[in-house]
């Protein structure tokens, strides 16, 4: 149950966040109680709005898409450590998150083609390809991560990173990852798949509760995703004064203001410049940063 | 839970496969009907080796019957694609240039 | 419990792969293609293969959204919008495939399976990564360079224009004439 208010808080942070800062970028600066509200309200008039339909729809690939998005959201989340323990401690934790945000694909695509529409289509095409391009550095950035610590489980992880955080050990890894985690969640500056030029792209043709639960399992899943650029490395719990909760929700929080902050400051990426700096930049340094790391393991005395 | 259970699955899943690929006209479908094939055969070799022989080193050729259908998948995509430009096949009635 | 579990999951799987050949719409025909991937996958963590299990999984869901990338390119009713039916020698294949299954379920209920030899180690993934690195190493070096030509072969057999188009006929032009911008200039 705790468990949830802390995602559904979470959630609630980043849109009044978001908001506050669209606020500022719109000329039209809102206080803190006003960018605090605003989700609520947007939450409510989103419930009782009326679900819209359209011809030929087929309903239950969209609806299948709408739920594995927020399910695939919440299974990311319970392996991320709140403190000490996460909800679930598997021995293949990282393999796992990896997994369970690659449904986000799946369900961005069935949402995409779902409404029989040609621009919700565009949208789940575009993120199927930015999916492709962010996948290998992402994956390898992770990797990274497992490979200093010598295990795939995300406790270990944490213990690893006692005496030195991993950012340091591995910069470049933990900028892709942060790159890869607003691409996950078509946030800031990879959100072509629901961009103006598509009339909300994959989003476009849901309303009331499907565009709630649409627009809550992305919120939820770059959550999840920044939640665990803590673990993998910022050194999870470990901090001088606060409990080890208070300080993954701190650094969470730290990693979600860099997000929404990167949103408006840079403008949309067209999906072919994306996939060329992805293919040409960002996978040969994410592996150049992976042998870097493996040599230092190795040096160190082996696994 | 025994072996047996676990290989008659794997053999269900083999035989829906192989209908799969001999009946449809589609190449997709076609692909579809091998990868069920394959899936039948990834889930027998994990049976075999949990109930036969949980050495150490068994799971490999789990591992390269999963890459088997990543390159499977992969060239058969290659293939399509390239009987397509060559001259607007999409069903596998129509691609007989070597029959006969 | 875990028979429970079992059965659901096998129930799953088969029927979901005979569904990939009777609903009409090719979206559909994917998505459960993917639920039959899905529920094997979970029997292959059943019997504790942790790594192999989410890796399938992992995997399966990519290659299913890219197969629906082609299955809606190449199909002619990727929506199932008109039912039409796309079977040939529907009645050989049966026949064919009612053999094979017979054959495969006298040959499983009637061998004499072996009794178990060994135990597993207390982690699957570590002992995976020490056969694969140790004992299987030309397994690993095999798979490597075949996944590398796959590469290799997939892009070759699948563009359209090749680098004389590219470059001229000598191979000698200052930029290469792409539709799309960028890259690193070859």
Redesign the interface.
């Known amino acids: 149950m705790s468990a949830t208010t802390l995602m559904i808080a979470a959630v609630w942070f980043l849109a009044a966040l978001d908001g506050a800062l669209a606020g500022r970028a719109a000329g039209r600066p809102v206080g803190p109680a006003a960018a605090a509200v605003e989700p609520v309200r947007a939450t409510v008039r989103l419930l009782v709005g009326q679900r819209r339909s359209t011809l030929a729809a087929d309903g239950l690939l969209r609806w299948a898409g709408i739920v594995s998005l927020i399910v695939a959201a919440v299974l990311a989340a319970a392996v991320v450590p709140l403190g000490e323990r996460p909800l679930v401690d598997l021995s293949v934790g990282v393999v796992w998150f990896n997994a369970m945000e690659v449904v986000a694909w799946a369900a961005v695509w069935l949402v995409g083609w779902g409404p029989n529409g040609a621009l919700s289509l565009v949208g789940g095409y575009r993120f199927v390809a930015q999916g492709l391009s962010y996948e290998l550095p992402h994956m390898f950035a992770i990797i990274t991560a497992a490979l200093a610590a010598g295990s795939l489980r995300i406790t270990d992880i944490v213990d690893a990173q006692a005496g030195l955080w991993f950012v340091v050990l591995m910069p470049a890894a933990f900028v892709a990852y942060l790159l890869s985690a607003a691409a996950m969640a078509f946030w800031g500056p990879f959100d072509a798949p629901v961009a103006r030029d598509t009339a909300g792209g994959a989003g476009s043709e849901l309303a009331g509760v499907d565009r709630l639960l649409f627009a809550g399992g992305r919120r939820l899943l770059l959550v999840a995703a920044a939640a665990m650029a803590v673990p993998l490395f910022l050194g999870g719990g470990h901090g001088p004064w606060l409990p080890a909760w208070a300080w993954v929700l701190l650094k969470t929080a730290a990693v979600l203001v860099v997000l929404v902050w990167l949103r408006h400051r840079l403008p949309t990426i067209r999906m072919d410049r994306w996939a060329e700096i992805s293919w040409i930049v960002l996978v040969p340094l994410t592996i150049v940063q992976a042998i870097v790391v493996a040599l230092v393991v190795l040096a160190r005395g082996g696994m | 839970?025994i072996?047996?259970?676990?290989?008659?699955?794997a053999?269900?899943?083999?035989?829906?496969?192989?209908?799969?690929a001999?009946?449809?006209?589609?190449?997709?479908?076609l692909?579809?009907?091998l990868?069920?094939m394959i899936?039948?055969i990834?889930?027998a070799a994990?049976?075999f080796?949990?109930?036969?022989?949980?050495?150490?080193?068994g799971?490999?050729i789990?591992?390269?019957v999963?890459?088997a259908?990543?390159?499977e998948?992969?060239?058969g995509?290659?293939?399509?694609?390239?009987i397509?430009?060559a001259q607007r096949i999409?069903m596998t009635?129509s691609a007989t240039e070597l029959e006969g | 419990m875990?028979?429970a579990v079992?059965c659901v999951l096998?129930l799953l799987?088969?029927s979901s792969?005979?569904l990939?050949?009777v609903v009409d719409s090719?979206a559909r025909?994917?998505f459960c293609?993917l639920v039959?991937?899905l529920a094997?996958a979970a029997?292959?963590l059943?019997?504790?293969?942790a790594y192999?299990g989410v890796?399938?999984i992992l995997?399966m869901i990519i290659?299913m959204v890219?197969?629906a990338v082609?299955?809606v390119m190449?199909?002619?009713n990727p929506a199932g919008l008109m039912p039409m039916s796309?079977?040939?020698?529907?009645r050989?294949?049966?026949v064919?495939?009612?053999l094979?299954?017979t054959g495969?379920?006298a040959g499983?209920?009637v061998v004499d399976?072996?009794q178990?030899?060994?135990?597993?180690?207390p982690d699957?993934t570590v002992?995976?990564g020490?056969?694969?690195m140790g004992?299987?190493m030309l397994?690993m070096m095999t798979?490597g360079v075949?996944?590398f030509a796959?590469?290799v072969?997939?892009?070759v057999?699948?563009t359209?224009r090749g680098r004389y188009d590219r470059l001229g006929d000598d191979l000698d032009a200052e930029r290469a004439d792409d539709p799309a911008g960028g890259g690193v200039g070859r």
Request: hydrophobic fraction near 65%; include cysteine; glycine fraction near 8%.
């Open positions: 839970m072996l047996e259970a676990f290989l008659l699955v053999a269900a899943l083999l035989c829906i496969g192989l209908f799969g001999l009946t449809q006209q589609s190449i997709v479908m692909m579809m009907g990868e069920l899936n039948g990834t889930l994990a049976a080796w949990y109930f036969l022989a949980p050495a150490s080193d799971q490999v789990v591992v390269a999963v890459t259908m990543a390159i998948m992969a060239m995509f290659a293939v399509v694609t390239a397509y430009r999409d009635d | 875990v028979l079992f096998s799987a088969i792969g005979v990939v050949f090719m025909a994917t293609l039959s991937f094997v029997m292959v059943m019997t504790g293969l192999l890796v399938i995997m290659e890219i197969m082609f299955m190449f199909m002619m796309m079977f040939h020698n529907t050989g294949a049966a064919i495939s009612g094979v299954f495969l379920a499983i209920l399976w072996p178990r030899r060994g135990v597993p180690a699957p002992a995976l020490e056969a694969l004992g299987h397994t798979l075949t996944l796959t590469i072969a997939t892009v057999l699948s359209g």
